[in-house]
Structure formats: structure tokens, C-alpha cells
């Protein structure tokens, strides 16, 4: 049975400075973004897009994340808590993000963006959704560093059962590690894959749509379920699963619109 090896959550400590790996997680993310865009935007140059386009939506994509991210926390998750304690509301450097706001914060900067570059939504949220899985799996091996989001009970003979032992002493799941695997690297490697030729419009947004949707929502039965909005768990789903739901209807609603659209 293995023991999380609770890691100082503060990869670099310079005098009163420090930098935790929270933070070094998004910053990797979000030069991951800048990484397989460019790369996205050379194989594909029927798309369009330049390095410096994508520069530019990385800036709008930053500020939707983080914001979004941190206020879905506050509302969708925690809302007692930050009530009680408004002063963490900004402390994004202890996590606590939520994807759920993060994502409706990546949409609206995306509207924005292509508002003002005379892009169409969709268009756009084609393009970026292969490039957000890679920064979903460091979000989750930070949430490990930090020894949060930890699993629900594993049977003790699981070869990978942990033991958090700020928590109890009962083996459980590392579900930070289970959503790294799925919702980053087996949903990159899908919609990598998908998106190296032309596809409808809004097809390409659909799979992300419904590929998140239907693993995180797998994912929450090994993961001990935040509080939430609907309560620990309502009708036996947590409040992520219920998030989930309309994100996965959305996305097969737009799939159903897509093949009626040519490539």
C-alpha cells in the first residue's frame, strides 16, 4: 500500500518569496497552450491561425481560467466557506479552481476574442480544444502535490491504494492521478488525433464537450465529492456530475449539428 508522500507544497523559497507548484502547474499549462498551438497552427495552415493569434487568445484564455476557475470555486463548491472566509477568495496560490467556472470563463474571453479579431465562436473554440487537456493533467498533479481532491475508500489489496494520512488511515484512490490520465492525457490524445484534419464546424468543441463530460463524471465515483451547490451527493450524483451533464447534452446536441455541416 502506498502513502502520499506529502510534498512541500512550495517548489521554490527566495527570502519572503516563494513560488508553490500549484502555480508552476498553470504556468507549464499555460506554456503547454503556447507550445501545441503553434504546432496546431502549422499542421493544420487551412485554419489560419499565426503564432502571434495564438499569443494573443492565450491572454484572453488566461484571464477567463483563472478568474472563472476561482469564482466557479467559490459558487458552485464552496460557497458557505468563502462566505465565512472572504479573504481567501483571491489566495489561488492554496487551489482550489474549479474546471466547471474555469470553463464558462474561457468561454466568454473566447466571445471577446473573437469579437474583436473577426473570428467566428465557434471557429475559435475549435481550434483551442486540443490544447486544453495537457493544462487540465497539471492542474490535477498539482492538486496531488497539494494533497487535496483526494479519493474516496479503495479496496486495500488495490496495488496503487494511498494512504492520505491527514485524512485517515484507509487506503484510498488517488483520483488527482485517475483525471490526470483521463480528462488530460487520454483527452488530448483523442482530440489531437481528431483534430489533425479538417472537421465540421463545432465537431472538434462536441468530442471535448462530451470526452470531459463522460470522464470526469467516471471519474467522481473514485473521487471523495466536494460539498457543492446540490449538496455531497444529490440522487447518489455529486455536484461535478451534475455540472457535467449539460456539458455532455451540449455536446451531443452540437455533434448532432456538426454532421449536418460540411468539413
Known amino acids: ?13 527566495v527570502g519572503p518569496l516563494s513560488i508553490r507548484w500549484y502555480g508552476l502547474m498553470y504556468l507549464l499549462a499555460f ?14 495552415p487551412d485554419l489560419k491561425w499565426t503564432g502571434q493569434d495564438v499569443d494573443d487568445l492565450l491572454l484572453y484564455g488566461m484571464i477567463g481560467v483563472v478568474l472563472g476557475g476561482r469564482l466557479g470555486e467559490v459558487l458552485f463548491f464552496q460557497p458557505g466557506y468563502y462566505l465565512s472566509h472572504p479573504e481567501e477568495i483571491l489566495a489561488i496560490w492554496k487551489g482550489g479552481m474549479s474546471f466547471h467556472g474555469g470553463f464558462l470563463g474561457v468561454l466568454v474571453a473566447v466571445w471577446m476574442y473573437a469579437r474583436r479579431h473577426g473570428r467566428r465562436f465557434w471557429e475559435v473554440t475549435d481550434f483551442i480544444a486540443p490544447l486544453v487537456p495537457t493544462g487540465l493533467a497539471l492542474g490535477r ?3 496531488f502535490i ?16 494511498m494512504i492520505f494520512p491527514w485524512v485517515d488511515a484507509l487506503p484510498r484512490h488517488p483520483s488527482q492521478l ?7 492525457l487520454l483527452l488530448f490524445a483523442v482530440l489531437w488525433l481528431y483534430a489533425a484534419r479538417p472537421r465540421p464546424v463545432m465537431a472538434v468543441s462536441a468530442v471535448f464537450l462530451v470526452g470531459y463530460g463522460v470522464l470526469r463524471f467516471a471519474a467522481e ?21 451534475w455540472l457535467c451533464v449539460p456539458m455532455v447534452a451540449a455536446g451531443l446536441w452540437l455533434l448532432a449539428r456538426s454532421a449536418a455541416r460540411p468539413a
Do not use: C, K
Not at 497539494?146 to 491504494?161: F, I, K, Q, S, Y
Open 1 to 13: 500500500m502506498l502513502i502520499h508522500p506529502q510534498f512541500d507544497p512550495v517548489a521554490i523559497s
Open 31 to 44: 506554456v503547454l497552450f503556447m507550445l501545441l498551438g503553434r504546432a496546431h497552427a502549422r499542421r493544420r
Open 141 to 143: 498533479i498539482g492538486n
Open 146 to 161: 497539494n494533497g487535496e481532491l483526494w479519493g474516496r475508500p479503495a479496496d486495500p489489496d488495490l496495488p496503487w491504494a
Open 178 to 184: 485517475y483525471q490526470a490520465a483521463g480528462e488530460g
Open 221 to 241: 465515483f473514485f473521487r471523495t465529492p466536494d460539498p457543492g451547490i446540490f449538496g455531497t451527493l444529490a440522487l447518489g450524483l455529486s455536484t461535478a456530475q
